[in-house]
């Protein structure tokens, strides 16, 4: 199991390298899917959220009988797999361009967190409930942290 999160680990890096790389520019278009962000507020936003996943991730590894840090681990895989379809995949049609993060979203989040998801439910170590609750608590989080990381990333950028 431990390379698998490793995986998780390189995956959501990519991830938040490519949101990081064209994001910022993309979101200066108007659209009902991503407000204005500059690349400050973003790189500070994306780079918490990057750290808070590393954490999950190490935190299951270092008390992997826990079930605290499994589910954070958990909610972060769940978030990761919704998230490269909403907004990215939506997004992605509903505007007829790409929204970036799509490819790493696809190629990579989507599969890599499927798969170490199924490997907790084939080790007996995950339940429907724990799986959906997770996932929901930890992105309910994420959304509401995202913004307030971007106001926080404001003012450090024009401190």
């Not at 993309?26 to 996943?53: D, M, N, Y």
């Not at 590393?54 to 909610?75: E, H, T």
């Not at 939506?90 to 970036?100: E, F, Q, S, V």
Request: charge should be positive; include cysteine.
């Amino acid at each position: 199991m431990d390379s698998f999160i490793f995986l998780f680990c390189f995956a959501i890096t990519l991830h938040n390298i490519e949101e990081a790389i064209w994001l910022p520019k993309w979101s200066q278009q108007p659209s009902k899917f991503q407000k204005s962000v500059t690349a400050g507020e973003f790189h500070f936003a994306v780079i918490v959220i990057t750290t808070l996943a590393y954490l999950s991730a190490f935190y299951y590894l270092s008390v992997p009988k826990s079930n605290l840090a499994k589910w954070i681990f958990i909610g972060f895989l769940g978030s990761m797999i919704l998230n490269a379809i909403f907004p990215h995949v939506i997004a992605t049609i509903a505007l007829k361009k790409y929204a970036p993060g799509l490819v790493t979203g696809i190629m990579l989040n989507i599969p890599i967190n499927s798969l170490i998801i199924l490997r907790f439910f084939e080790n007996h170590q995950l339940a429907w409930e724990e799986l959906i609750f997770s996932t929901m608590t930890v992105g309910i989080t994420l959304l509401v942290l995202i913004p307030l990381l971007f106001k926080v990333g404001r003012k450090i950028t024009t401190l």
